[in-house]
């Protein structure tokens, strides 16, 4: 299970936002339910060629 890198609470059930979603984001990252940090998701839709 994935921890929040900002407050070590679980990200399970947080949202996920995809890479450009919001407009200005070139990575993915996932919210945290608890503080609201941006955890980013390094490589997320990448090929793995």
């Known amino acids: 299970m ?3 890198i900002n407050c070590g609470q679980p990200l399970s ?3 996920l936002t ?3 979603e919001d407009g200005d ?3 993915a990252y996932v919210t ?3 503080c ?3 955890n980013i998701v390094y490589g997320y839709g990448e090929d793995d060629d």
């Open 13 to 15: 059930g947080a949202a």
């Open 18 to 20: 995809l890479p450009w």
């Open 36 to 38: 609201g940090y941006e």
């Open 32 to 34: 945290c339910s608890c």
């Open 2 to 4: 994935e921890i929040c």
């Open 25 to 27: 984001n070139p990575n």
